[in-house]
Each structure stands twice: as C-alpha cells, then as structure tokens.
C-alpha cells in the first residue's frame, strides 16, 4: 500500500490530473450550489422552475452521451478536456456579466445548465478513459480514491465557500469563481506529458451506429456491469428528486440560510474524504462485491434522514448532517470500486464507450427523475416527495444484492466481454 502510494506521488502526470481535479471540483461546488441559488433567490424559482432546471442540467448525457463516447475513444483525450474546460469557463462567466447588466432570467439558467452538462459530459468520458493510461491498473482504485478524495475536499470547502460566497457577493457573481477554475484545471490537464492510447484496429470503416451499438452491447453483454447500471440507474432517478428539491427543501421549508446548506453539504465532503481513505482497504477487507453491496445499502439507508428532519425540526440540522456525513462515506466507498472495478472490466480501447453507455443508462432516467420531483412537489409537498425519493434509492440495491457483483472478491482483469 505505501508503495502505491509513493508511486502514484512520483508519477508527474497523476500529480497534475489530481491538481486539476481539485481546482475545478472546488469551483463546480460553487456553480452546484450558487446556479439553483440564483434561481430561488434571484429569480423567485418555483418548485417546477426548479425541476426543469435540474432536468436540464441532466439532459445532455441522454442525448449526447453515447456519442461522447465514440468520439472519445476515436480523438485524442487530452484535448477533449482541456476543451471542455475552457467551454466550461467561457459559459459561467455569461452569469455574473448578465446579473450586472441587469439581464439575468430563468432562461439564461437554462441555456448554461444545458450547454456546461454538455461539456461535463465530454470532459467525464475521456477523464474516467484516460486515468488507465496514466496509472498501472492495479494502482486504478488507490488513484480513484486520491481522485475522490480531492473532490471530497472540495466538497468539505466548496458549498461552505459558495454559501457564504452568495450571502456576500449575491449568487450569480459567485459563479465567476468557477469559471476561473476550469481555466486552471486546463492550464495542469495541457502539462501532462501521458500519450493517449490508440484506437484498435478493426478493419472496418467508421460508423457511429456500430461502435455505439458496441458500446452498450460491452455494459449491457457484461453481467456485473449491467448490474451495476440498472440499480444506479434506478437510483438516480429517484436521487435527482434531492437534486431538484434540497436546496429549496432546507432553505424554504426548513428556514436555514444558505450558509448552513452550505456548511451541511460541506459536512457530505468530509465523510467522504474518510470513505475515500478506506475504499481500498474495504474492498481488500471483505471483497469487492461485498463492499460494494455493503456501503450501497448505508448509504441509501441514511438518506431517509432527510425527510424526516421536517418531522422533527429541533433535530433537523443534526440529521441532515449525519444524513451528509455518514451517507456520504458510505457513498463514496461505493463510487470508488465501482469505478475501479468498470475500468479494470474493460480494454482502453473500450473504455469511452463503456463509459458512456453506463452515463446514459444511468443518467438517463435523471431528467425525468427531476421533472417528476419538481410535480411531485407541488402537488404533495418536498417533504413527502423526498421520502418517497429514499425509499426509491433503498429499492434500487435489489439489483445489487441479485446479481453476481455481490460475491466478487477481487476485480476481475482481462475478462471476457463477451459472456
């Protein structure tokens, strides 16, 4: 183990990608909380408003994702994120210039929400596909955790930074920090000195149907990875209901200031910053598959902590806290040797692919999930909506504990994608 850890430390390029990760997680925190902050307090958002945002901002990963995927593994990966970087950037700083001028609207909102996924879309693919060429992959989960630790950090920093970011300098002028943030991650993505893998050769000509086709024939054919995709598909569309809804559920239906969502969804960065610390011992510990089905079903456990805070409001900031911290460890345990475990299943040459088609299956039933939230909502209150989003995201580990990932004791390497 510290000889992982030293290697990963001396590899140059490691060094840089992690840097680049903290800075840019460190500004989309802001952007995460300070765009639905504009919309409710600038704008006056209505719970609907909300839901369309948030499906929004979801949308591109079903209309672009399988693409993002071929175009990935056929282009080098390097400058597809330091492009989307810079998009990203470019697209944030159109916040603060339009609420000076006095332009900002809900449509604004919108228009950015989409096109940033967009690029988070393109930048997600080839960074999960990369990461195998920069590290040995029997190093994947210990550079997966260093990776989700720096986001963990953000997280413990960003919400905290952007509450208190949006009571001083107003929501929209605290976006400006994001966008200067993917220009620095640029800046550490361009220095890296890793060559991007080349496509394998298949004789055929290019054609989008087929490699995409191929695509989710590689997460669909694989029985752990389609696993894997439908409970995460299952919970996330229940899981964009707290997307749509949580911001507005502790500021408006609770009374807590933006600063104390902030400073909760700080406390999520903390437990997960510990989780990323012992991902690999708990795979090491009780196997892969029973790590991944334990701290799956911890997690989604806690998150009916948050409804009911509304029950009990002298005890709601403590559970909406133990509801961030522990679920949040649990989380990213889960996040990590998933993660690990897809990248060591599949070949480089695969991996945009295989990446994509598990974002589009996942991510697909997202922007429903939201819109169905924000309805929801409306009709029965965010309080009532949310428990039914918990009890949603605990069913969706029946996949989990059915299929053959829960007896998995180590990952697999080289296996046949065919089976």
């Not at 060094?15 to 997680?25: E, G, I, T």
Request: charged share 10%.
């Amino acid at each position: 183990m510290r000889l992982h850890r030293a290697r990963l430390w001396n590899n140059s390029d490691f060094v840089k990608l992690w840097s680049a990760q903290v800075v840019s997680q460190l500004g989309s925190r802001i952007t995460r909380e300070g765009l639905p902050l504009a919309a409710v307090l600038v704008l006056q958002a209505t719970p609907v408003q909300m839901g369309i945002l948030t499906a929004i901002g979801a949308l591109p990963i079903l209309l672009i994702g399988l693409l993002a995927g071929v175009w990935v593994d056929r282009l080098p990966r390097k400058p597809i994120m330091i492009a989307a970087d810079l998009g990203r950037a470019a697209l944030l700083v159109t916040v603060p210039v339009a609420a000076v001028l006095g332009w900002l609207g809900i449509e604004q909102l919108y228009l950015i929400a989409a096109l940033t996924a967009a690029l988070t879309v393109f930048f997600n693919v080839a960074d999960q596909s990369f990461l195998p060429s920069v590290v040995r992959r029997q190093d994947l989960v210990d550079a997966n955790s260093k990776l989700a630790s720096s986001s963990s950090v953000a997280e413990m920093g960003g919400p905290a930074v952007a509450g208190l970011l949006v009571q001083w300098l107003t929501a929209p002028i605290a976006i400006l920090f994001d966008a200067l943030s993917f220009v620095i991650s640029a800046v550490c993505i361009g220095w890296m000195r890793t060559p991007d893998p080349k496509p394998a050769p298949t004789g055929a000509a290019p054609n989008i149907k087929r490699e995409v086709l191929e695509g989710l024939r590689i997460v669909w054919g694989q029985p752990m990875l389609r696993s894997l995709a439908l409970a995460a598909s299952i919970s996330t569309f229940f899981g964009n209901f707290f997307g749509a809804l949580y911001g507005l559920y502790v500021v408006r239906d609770l009374g807590l200031s933006p600063a104390t969502l902030g400073v909760l969804i700080s406390l999520g960065g903390v437990g997960a910053f510990g989780g990323s610390l012992v991902a690999g011992w708990a795979a090491r510990r009780f196997g892969v598959g029973p790590a991944l089905v334990g701290s799956r079903l911890i997690s989604v456990a806690l998150t009916l902590l948050t409804p009911l805070a509304a029950s009990v409001p002298a005890w709601a900031v403590a559970l909406l806290a133990v509801s961030q911290l522990m679920g949040d460890f649990a989380s990213i345990i889960y996040f990590i040797n998933e993660v690990s475990l897809r990248q060591t299943l599949v070949p480089d040459h695969l991996l945009g692919r295989a990446n994509a088609s598990m974002q589009v299956m996942v991510g697909g039933l997202g922007p429903v999930g939201a819109l169905v939230g924000g309805m929801l909502a409306t009709a029965l209150g965010a309080q009532a909506t949310l428990f039914i989003a918990a009890l949603g995201i605990l069913a969706s580990t029946i996949w989990l504990v059915a299929s053959p990932v829960r007896v998995v004791r180590e990952a697999p390497v080289s296996i046949a994608l065919a089976e």
